[in-house]
Nanobody
Framework: QVQLVESGGGLVQPGGSLTLSCAAS????????MKWYRQVPGKERELVAT????????NYADSVKGRFTISRDNTKNTVFLRIDSLKPEDTALYYC???????????WGQGTQVTVSS
């Protein structure tokens, strides 16, 4: 069955770095655009980064440009999100999402919590 399993979240001090991972299985990874979202309780889910099927094209929300880096390893069916210079406002539940290139199919992971605090 389809699975997206995020990992790598945790408690980090402001200014620190973190790399989130999302391991995919149960579908053809290279036919999906991969995205990272984040959500804070009481707020809408925010798209923070997108990467194309091959990894050659990336896009970021203005709020994270220069600090977030999305990448993927198609040999391991995994997408990553590196977060540098962490700020308290980066505290959120981070989700990965797979969007099918040729249709409306989409899959979500369960999320991994990132908390930035001293």
């Amino acid at each position: 069955q389809v699975q997206l399993v995020e990992s790598g979240g945790g408690l980090v001090q402001p200014g620190g770095s973190l790399t989130l991972s999302c391991a995919a299985s149960g579908f053809t990874f290279t036919t999906y655009v991969m995205k990272w979202y984040r959500q804070v309780p009481g707020k809408e889910r925010e798209l923070v980064a997108t990467i194309s099927e091959s990894g050659g094209i990336t896009n970021y929300a203005d709020s994270v440009k220069g600090r977030f880096t999305i990448s993927r390893d198609n040999t391991k069916n995994t997408v990553f999100l590196r977060i540098d210079s962490l700020k308290p406002e980066d505290t959120a539940l981070y989700y990965c999402m797979a969007a099918y290139t040729y249709g409306n199919r989409a899959y979500w992971g369960q999320g991994t919590q990132v908390t930035v605090s001293s």
